[in-house]
């Protein structure tokens, strides 16, 4: 199941106000992933990608769900006020995920050390089967990068 009714999620507001192709929303052809934030620091966003993101037929390309994880993962570091930068991820497809499809993408930190901030991130389908998860490193940006980088 996508949202549990005992959950209590509340819109994160990552300020993406750019280019960015998985949360920009001035980006015409990317995703516009919305987040919201779990009570336990987890991000969750709830997308139906549409088939413009398909690689096999009906099901999402590959890149587009690494994007999915990438963004999660980013954005659970964003939440703790840190703007970051993907230094490294590692995805594991488990299942092919379908286009068009309720999706439900979770993204937590599991440790920090200074600007270092180790990730994982997980695909669920309407059923909460686990169908790709990923691990990354972030790197929090510097003063000057994060006004640079302004939301992504």
């Known amino acids: 199941m996508l949202f549990h009714a005992h959950e209590s999620l509340t819109p994160f507001a990552h300020s993406a106000q750019n280019r960015c192709f998985g ?11 919305e987040f919201l934030l779990a ?5 969750v966003s709830l997308p139906v990608v549409p088939k413009a993101f398909e690689g096999h037929p009906g099901f ?23 703007p970051s930068m993907t230094r490294k991820i590692e995805v594991e497809f488990l299942r092919p995920v379908p ?10 930190v599991l440790a920090s050390e200074g600007r270092r901030h180790s990730t994982e991130a997980v695909i669920l389908d309407a059923e909460g089967t686990e169908l790709a998860r990923g691990k ?17």
């Not at 949360?23 to 992933?33: R, T, V, Y």
């Not at 009570?39 to 991000?43: F, I, L, S, W």
């Not at 990354?136 to 992504?152: D, H, M, N, P, W």
């Open 136 to 152: 990354g490193l972030f790197i929090a940006a510097r003063a000057q990068e994060a006004e640079k980088q302004g939301a992504s």
């Open 60 to 82: 999402l390309h590959g890149g587009v769900i690494a994007t999915l994880l990438d963004e999660a993962m980013s954005k659970a570091v964003r939440a703790l006020g840190q």
């Open 39 to 43: 009570p336990d620091g987890a991000v």
């Open 99 to 108: 286009c068009e499809a309720p999706l439900r993408v979770e993204g937590r």
């Open 23 to 33: 949360c920009g929303l001035d980006n015409p052809a990317g995703l516009k992933l």
